[in-house]
């Protein structure tokens, strides 16, 4: 009996990869590239991050666990999944930072120390979580949380606002609306007047930061675009309700724009209305041609309140030596065809080894893309 239930489980496993294959075989790459599920199976995966080790740790928008995904053979395909961290509500949000795992729930921080150690003990019990940090706001309307350690040591924090367009949450509580920092138990703001950010990097040169930002819902089909912005000073402020993109004048409170005493500042590139940017990656690897390094992959995640369905994407944006935008194109298409989308990407990371790994959320599946000349 326990021979077939072998049997039956690795014949389930093979249908899942084999649907995959054929789904992912309508994903559409420059020439070179290669895209195959790296794990599926996986409840809404959201951000991803990497030990010193090579375990892949994941985080999940619906689930209520934590996992760590490793591949035996250095194949395509993810062979273990180890269980870190459960009872959980939305731990979207995943970092690793001087071999600590950190894991974001919407108001809530956990660290797991030395997680390496752990993963390699191959223990039979779950590690110890301790609160890192228990007081965000804990609304969900745009509370998913994307976190990461910038280049000073610091953990940066998203805060969304709870609603579609809105000032009174932000002029109460500062948090919303804004990226902190955080410092000696103090966010400090680094980025105002934005809505919602899912995804932020940092410039592997320049060291500045930048990040994806959702715009605003209900203007119509062509606006207003969602954002790419970068952070050249700390405490900017860019536009959140007032203004939107380039040049969208809110119409509910763009009138109180002679009453802001602060400088506006634009993004540096439109990435199209409602196509909902996540997650971002710079490419520091050495694996891609050249034309990708010191340059930016962004997951659209897709739109929802579109008549016609945009986004369901990763772009690549380039940039100059200084970091400024220069273009933007297509990288992956293929999971939006006839106004039916079965994939949204969210999240890419760059491994250790050079590739790229991508979350869907829609798919529960992670990809990985490779390039060989």
Known sequence: MKNNSLILNGMIMFVSFALNSTNIDNLILPEGFKISVFADNINTPRQISETESGYVIVGSKKGDKIYALFDNDQDDFAEKKILIAEGLKNPTGVSIYNGDLYFAEIDTIWIVKEIDEWLNSNSKSLPNKTVYMNDLPSETWHGFKYIDFGPDGNLYIPVGVPCNICIEPQTKDKRFAAIHKYIDGELIMVADGVRNSVGFDWHPLTKKMYFSDNGRDWLGDESPSCELNVIDEEGSFYGYPYKHAKDVIDPEFGHLIPTVDKKFVDPIAELGPH???????????????????????????????????????????????????????????????????????????????????????????????????
């Open 275 to 373: 196509v909902a940017p996540l997650g971002l990656a710079f490419y520091d690897g050495s694996v891609f041609p050249d034309k990708y390094k010191n340059s930016i992959f962004v997951a659209l995640h897709g739109s929802w309140n579109r008549t016609k369905k945009s986004g369901y994407t990763i772009v690549f944006v380039k940039l100059d030596n200084n970091g400024n935008y220069l273009y933007q194109e297509d990288f992956i298409t293929g999971w939006l065809s006839n106004e039916s989308a079965w994939g949204r990407p969210v999240s890419p990371f760059i491994m250790k080894d050079g590739s790229m790994l991508i979350s869907d959320d829609k798919y529960n599946v992670i990809y990985r893309v490779s390039y060989k000349s």
